[in-house]
């Protein structure tokens, strides 16, 4: 008797946690906004200084907050990162008339001002003009790390949205709703951590 309710306790003590860790694992990894780059835009390095512009366009029925940049250029933030981050966007073409639409190539990046890394690249076709998805892996920009050395929680990182003409020729892409997301505590900290580096 005394066995089998000490089994009984023993099993509850095992499954309820993990039963627990599941239900709070489900509910906090669902991607929360941590940056807004649309925000930053006033903040970010533009290259050329002229041509961009904060607009809104329309995806699937959505209005949703855009940069419009030329092409070639090169949008610079200057941020800490969030732990678990991931850069989302959808990016276009804004010009709508194929014959004057070169081929363009959008790459995103990170550098801490000595090294480049680049995260993703992606070409845009010429036609038809439709949304691309463009996404990049942040995690290694933020965290705990085997390190001594390397704390990358301390550092303010460049985070760069270039868009290369692979084509001469005039050119406007449009990066719609560009955003750091993560999980709901790396969301808390980032806050946090944020304002105490600010």
Known sequence: MTNAIAATRYLACVVMPLILGACRYSNASAPIRSVDLVHEFDRADKRPPAGFAIAERDIAGLRVPVIVAPVPSRLTFALPMPRHGVLHARAAFE??????????????????????????????????????????????YAGWKWSLFYRPDGITWRLVLAADALVAGPATVIWAAPEITTDLQSAREYAVRRQRLR
């Open 95 to 140: 010009t709508r008339t194929p014959e004057s639409i070169p081929g363009v190539r959008l790459r995103l990046g990170v550098s801490d001002q000595r090294i480049y890394e680049g995260l993703s690249e992606t070409v845009l076709a010429p036609a038809p003009a439709t949304w691309t998805d463009v996404r990049a892996d942040l995690s290694s």
